[in-house]
T-cell receptor, first 115, second 111 residues
Framework: DGGITQSPKYLFRKEGQNVTLSCEQN?????MYWYRQDPGQGLRLIYY???????QKGDIAEGYSVSREKKESFPLTVTSAQKNPTAFYLC??????????????FGSGTQLSVL | RKEVEQDPGPFNVPEGATVAFNCTYS??????FFWYRQDCRKEPKLLMSVYSSGNEDGRFTAQLNRASQYISLLIRDSKLSDSATYLC????????????FGAGTRLFVKA
């Protein structure tokens, strides 16, 4: 089945620790995205990538890093610089980053909590 | 002012009721409009696109009023399974990174 796979489903971070969230897609989509969702707020864009080996900061990139070495994979690292990391993290992909009617396909999310 | 505003609810309705959600957007250059459904601690899933002419998909009807910068979603004959959060989503231009999400409206349908 084609889709987006995020892992793990739940993740706990200790003080000062970096953690990495995995996102893999087999939809052959060019673009991938990372969003953060907090209670009562809309999804906020952390980073996005429109093509392999290239990525751009979103609205709330501070304290996060990404890589896009393969088309299928777009891992997100939450660094110790992110002081309020507890949130629900969603990875998404879309087929054509130059379209103005772009539908997003989401992974099932990772809930990150601080110990 | 938020770029996409929705009434957070919750809306509590009995089965069989008709319920309407509203959404306003601030950027008049917005190009595409969608409703997504999100269950608790799950990913958002596309419910339907929204067109100026209005569109219907079974019990769901979406309307767009560009002059008023207003989007609506009407659910007829509500089912228990319709209980979820409904996200109003707007794109500002080319590329998925220009997608703006509302905070969502929570719906509870009760037996």
């Amino acid at each position: 089945d084609g889709g987006i796979t995020q892992s793990p489903k739940y993740l706990f971070r200790k003080e000062g620790q970096n953690v990495t969230l995995s996102c893999e897609q087999n939809l052959n989509h060019d673009a991938m995205y990372w969003y953060r969702q907090d209670p009562g707020q809309g999804l906020r864009l952390i980073y996005y990538s429109q093509i392999v080996n290239d990525f751009q900061k979103g609205d709330i990139a501070e304290g996060y890093s990404v890589s896009r070495e393969k088309k299928e994979s777009f891992p997100l690292t939450v660094t110790s610089a992110q002081k309020n990391p507890t949130a629900f993290y969603l990875c998404a992909s879309s087929m054509n980053p130059t379209s103005n009617n772009e539908k997003l396909f989401f992974g099932s999310g990772t809930q990150l909590s601080v110990l | 002012r938020k770029e996409v505003e929705q009434d957070p609810g919750p809306f509590n309705v009995p089965e069989g009721a008709t319920v309407a959600f509203n959404c306003t957007y601030s950027n008049s250059a917005s190009q595409s409009f969608f409703w997504y459904r999100q269950d608790c601690r799950k990913e958002p899933k596309l419910l339907m696109s929204v067109y100026s002419s209005g569109n219907e998909d079974g019990r769901f009807t979406a309307q767009l009023n560009r002059a008023s910068q207003y989007i609506s979603l009407l659910i007829r004959d509500s089912k228990l399974s319709d209980s979820a959060t409904y996200l109003c989503v707007v794109t500002l231009g080319t590329g998925g990174f220009k997608t703006i999400f509302g905070a969502g409206t929570r719906l509870f349908v009760k037996a």
